[in-house]
C-alpha cells in the first residue's frame, strides 16, 4: 500500500506501525524503514528486507528530546548538543535504559538514536513514540532519496509512506560522546567542526 504524506496517509501508517507492520517513510537524509522497535516478529522482518547481518543494530528514531529521555540516558554535555542538531541529520550512540528494548533489538548497554527534521516522519513518530530508523535498502547497496527508486528496489514491507524527492547531501553523522569527547563513528551531512562549532 502507498500513501501520500497526508493527515490520512500518516494515520494509516501510524495504524501500520501499532500493529506490527513494516513501513516505508521518508525523513531528511533518505527514505527509511521501519517498525515498532518493541515488536520481535517486525525487527526480525527488517533485517530479512535488508539482508542484513543480524549482529548489526537498528538505529531508532523519536519524536523530541523528552521522549528520547525514556529509553537513553542523556547528560548535560549531550544535551547541549541535541538541543543545536535536534530535529536533524545527527545521531548519537547513547546508554541504552530501556530493558525492553535490549530484548527486541538485541542491544547491550547503548542505542543509536535520532530526532528527524522531517514534518512527515515526525508526525508518524508523534503517533507511535518509538520507529526503527533504518535505510530502505538492500544492506550494502545505496540509500534512496527517490520515491519511486525505492519502490522498484525494496519489497515486502506494509506501507509505502511517499514524501517526493528527498533532497540532502547524505546520510546522518553518527557519533558518540566519551568524557565530553564527541567521536565521528560515520561522518554524513554533517562534519565534526560543524557539531562542534554549533
Known sequence: MKVKCDKRGIEKAIGVIN???????PTDTVYGIGCNPYDNE????????????SSKPLPVLTYST???????DIDDFTKKIVSKFWPGQLTIILKLIDDDL??????????????????????????????????????GH???????????NLENYDIFVDGGTITSKAESTIIEIE??????????????EEILEG
Open 66 to 72: 523528552e521522549i528520547a529521555e525514556k529509553i537513553v
Open 19 to 25: 500493529h506490527g507492520g513494516i513501513a516505508v517513510y
Open 42 to 53: 517486525a525487527v526480525k522482518k527488517i533485517y530479512d528486507i535488508k539482508s542484513r547481518d
Open 179 to 192: 568524557n565530553e569527547k564527541i567521536n565521528i563513528i560515520r561522518e554524513g551531512s554533517l562534519t565534526k
Open 102 to 139: 535490549k530484548k527486541s533489538l538485541l542491544l547491550n548497554e547503548k542505542i543509536a538514536i535520532r530526532v528527524p527534521n522531517h514534518k512527515c516522519t515526525l508526525e508518524i513518530l508523534k503517533g507511535c513514540n518509538f520507529l526503527v530508523g533504518t535505510s530502505a535498502n538492500i544492506s
Open 142 to 152: 545505496p540509500s534512496f532519496t527517490n520515491p519511486d527508486e525505492c519502490v522498484r
